[in-house]
């Protein structure tokens, strides 16, 4: 009930390519879904977050998809560069509970090939 | 840079010793969290902390011990750990506990042997 299921474990995409990351979550009260970047040394820092009332959220290359009904809703990274090559976490939480019940996904270690 | 600071970044500790981990955040936040992060599994919240009061225990082991002595401050006190308690451990902050912005910091990497 709590968890978010996240796949694929990794991904490798040519530069310039599409990386897609999906999530499947199973609470409905979850209304607050999002992504977490984390870059090899670092920690995980977010990049991009969408409630259910939008079914697609885009901030430059970075788009979240949204399927309220199938609850699942993943990641496109448009122009894959070398540069987006890091861990990403997606994750789910309720607005009303707050962020400290935020359940995170595996993650997938994506590489951009040059 | 960070506005979340985590020493030390790297830790060795054997299994009879005694270490902390700290955390400072300079975000004016009044939530603190501590994460473990191990490989191929989802970040799992240790504890949660708000106003300096412990809000959430999620069932640690008692061999891991928090300490917040002000909101700005979290430690994370160590002592007979396990080789399977061998992770990163990230501590975090936001707003409050009721913020859906989670930041966090560079985490301490703690290999037990």
């Known amino acids: 009930q709590q968890q978010v299921k996240q796949s694929p474990q990794s991904l490798i995409v040519q530069k310039g390519g599409i990386s897609i990351i999906n999530c499947a979550y199973e609470n409905t009260a979850f209304d607050y879904f999002p992504w977490y970047q984390q870059f090899p040394g670092k920690g995980p820092a977010l990049l991009i977050a969408?409630?259910?009332?939008?079914s697609e959220k885009k901030e430059g290359r970075f788009t979240i998809s949204f399927n309220k009904s199938a609850k699942q809703f993943s990641l496109h990274i448009m122009d894959s560069q070398p540069g987006d090559s890091a861990t990403y976490f997606c994750a789910a939480s309720s607005l009303d509970t707050g962020g400290f019940k935020t359940i995170f996904g595996a993650g997938t270690r994506l590489f951009v090939k040059a | 840079e960070t506005g979340v600071t985590q020493t030390p970044r790297h830790l060795v500790m054997g299994m009879t010793n005694k270490k902390s981990l700290k955390c400072e955040q300079h975000?004016?936040?009044?939530?603190m969290y501590w994460y473990k992060q191990s490989a191929k599994k989802p970040l799992e919240l240790m504890f949660v902390y708000n106003f300096k009061e412990q809000t959430e225990n999620n069932s640690v082991p008692s061999r891991f011990s928090p300490e917040c002595p002000n909101s700005s401050h979290l430690f994370l006190h160590l002592h007979t750990l396990q080789p399977e308690d061998s992770a990163l451990y990230l501590c975090?902050?936001?707003?409050?506990?009721?913020?859906?912005?989670?930041?966090f910091g560079e985490g301490s990497w703690l290999t037990v042997v």
């Open positions: 975090a902050s936001s707003q409050d506990r009721g913020s859906n912005t989670i930041y």
């Open positions: 975000l004016g936040h009044n939530a």
């Open positions: 969408i409630r259910p009332d939008v």
